[in-house]
């Protein structure tokens, strides 16, 4: 990022300070310089020029254990248990775009399985195999400070208003994007703290049994597909400074020290059409049987003959979280006519008409 030395200008005038300008607010220019402060480092290549060459090293362990038991002559079983995990630290902050590394991600993906193996056999022609399994891998988003600046949590003196009240909690510095006039950086933690997994149930039978000229195998192969994942918006906000609203200077630095947002983003979780706050999270599950029989008949010693057949039958992945976070859109059940209205300035209409936030006119909630 490289600075210059423009001064703000509002109108055609040019000031000496901010403090000068129409409009100043002291609060304002107080959050503008935590926000300088907090997420922005000063130049480390010169006056004005802020230069990154940092390591990123990737952490990996796995720990296993098996056991092996011989419970008789015809029932033979094992036991496996493997954990690992790895965790990098992402500079500057990972899938934001971020410049600088005032905000690093640290990123973990710890995963965990386990088997167990049972052996059976019935008859010297007959053998049953039963194998029960579970795995799962994790997704682990942090934001962290970097060694630039302040930090990412916000200062007592910060003051900022939630689009969504129920996002208060929020400690975080928003999102900033500040352009045009003197700087051009942007900054963000994004979607954290995230936590995501996969978890994964299997059932296995598997019979063998040998019959004059025929080996007949028959079972069933049983999954139970999870996964729970977060989404949504940044509930701390994103604040865009970059001179091109009509309340704005020229100068995206100076709109940030006026207080003179173009542009303010904010997510939050909704149940019913109702904001809750936080980020939504989703549980998804889908179920998966495979009973299969097949046969190879040895008809004559130099003809083999495999026949056989398998099912697959799927359930769909649905939501099972209660209430439902899930929604669709039908395009038959929409009407135009019926939809929210806009005034001049591309703002909602209140009580005009449908919005996103609740079900109806087209849009339906899942299940």
């Known amino acids: 990022m490289a600075a210059g030395c423009n001064l703000p200008t509002l109108n055609g005038v040019i000031y000496d300070t901010v403090q000068d300008m129409p409009g100043f607010d002291a609060q304002a220019f ?6 300088l402060n907090g997420l922005v480092p000063t130049p480390n290549s010169g006056p004005v020029q802020w230069t990154l060459a940092s390591s990123a090293p990737t952490n990996w362990r796995q720990e296993q254990i098996r056991i092996d038991q011989n419970i008789s002559d015809k029932t033979q079983a094992f036991f496996r248990y493997t954990q690992d995990t790895w965790n990098t630290l992402s500079v500057p902050s990972l899938w934001v775009g971020a410049n600088f590394d005032t905000i690093k991600t640290q990123f973990g993906g710890p995963g965990e399985s386990a088997v167990f193996h049972l052996t059976h056999t019935f008859k010297p022609n007959l053998v049953n195999e039963f194998v029960a399994a579970y795995t799962t891998d994790h997704i682990i988003l942090i934001p962290v ?22 996002n208060d909690s929020n400690t975080l510095y928003p999102d900033l994007t500040v352009g ?20 994964i149930i299997t059932w296995k039978d598997n019979m063998s049994w040998v019959h004059g000229s025929h080996t007949i195998k028959m079972g069933f192969y049983l ?27 020229p100068n995206g630095l100076a ?29 998804w599950q889908m179920t998966d049987l ?33 209430p439902t976070i899930d ?31 609740s079900a109806g006119n087209g849009l339906v909630i899942c299940g």
């Open 30 to 35: 107080a959050n503008g310089t935590d926000l």
């Open 145 to 166: 400070a970097g060694g630039s600046s302040t930090g990412i949590s916000r200062p007592s003196d910060f003051v900022m208003s939630h689009l969504f009240s129920q």
């Open 180 to 199: 045009g006039g003197t700087a051009g950086f942007y900054e963000s933690a994004g979607n954290t703290p995230c936590f995501n997994s996969n978890p």
């Open 223 to 249: 999954e139970n597909y999870r996964k729970s994942e977060q989404f949504g918006a940044d509930t701390q906000g994103s604040l865009t400074f970059d001179g091109g609203g009509s309340i704005t200077t």
């Open 255 to 283: 709109d940030m020290f006026l207080g003179r947002i173009h542009q303010c983003q904010e997510g939050a979780q909704a149940v019913g059409g109702v904001p809750v706050g936080g980020y939504p999270k989703g549980h």
């Open 290 to 322: 495979e009973p299969y029989i097949q046969d190879d008949w040895k008809v004559k010693p130099h003809l083999m003959v495999n026949l056989g057949v398998r099912y697959y039958i799927y359930s769909r992945i649905h939501d099972v979280s209660r």
């Open 327 to 357: 929604s669709g859109f039908l395009p038959n059940q929409y009407d135009p006519a019926k939809e929210a209205q806009l005034d001049a300035d591309g703002h909602l209409i209140p009580g005009s008409g449908q919005v996103w936030t």
